[in-house]
Every structure is written in C-alpha cells, then in structure tokens.
C-alpha cells in the first residue's frame, strides 16, 4: 500500500520536511488543553514518529509504516478516543502551525492542508 505520489514527497522534500511539520504539530499537542489528555503516552514521542511514518507512506515516501503496523484503519485506531469538531479543530491549529514552519510553495502547503482538513473532518466520532 505506496503513497498517493512519490513525486509529491521528493517534491516537499521528504522525510526531513514531513518529520519537521509532525514535530512542530507535536510541540502544540503538548501543551494543548483539550488534545493532550487524548495520547496515552505521557512522551508523545511514539506518537510523533508514528504519525510522521504515515505521512511519509502517505506522501509517497517509504511504506514503514505499513511494514510495521499494518493498513492504517485510522477511524478504528481513533474509536477509543472522542474526537469533537472542537478537538478536529484544534489539531488542525497545530497542523496549520507544522505546514507553516517548513518552507513549501502556495500550491504544496494547499495541497497539504486540504487532506489534512478532510483527515480532520473524517475522524470526527463524536457530537460535540
């Protein structure tokens, strides 16, 4: 199961640039009210490096993630969590902030942010 486009992934710059947007979007997650509570994990650093191998495969880059965990079923890994519109709005805020840290052009970090809005608005589980 490859990425939607190998080119893309060269293109943003690959696993340096996925790994420095995943770490900024972390950084917030830490300090976030409503979506720390969420991870398990007091170290959110599996976390981050799970999420970064899955952007990668996403992206078109290696398919470690797959290798390792299997197809993503991202609906069913998120079931235990209650994930509001309110929470899918504050991970796309932290989301915003890695897109904006790393150096994309318009039409990159727009394609960027449109998954990421329907990956947000996909994952909503729960009425607020």
Known sequence: MGGVDSSFYDE???EATIRAIVHRFYEGVATDPVLKPMYPEEDLGPAEERLALFMMQYWGGPTTYSDTRGHPRLRMRHVPYAVTPESSERW???FRAGIDAVDL???QRARFWDYVQHAAQ????TPE
């Open 12 to 14: 943003i710059g690959g």
């Open 92 to 94: 796309l805020l932290h």
């Open 105 to 107: 052009t318009e039409s």
């Open 122 to 125: 996909f994952m909503v589980n």
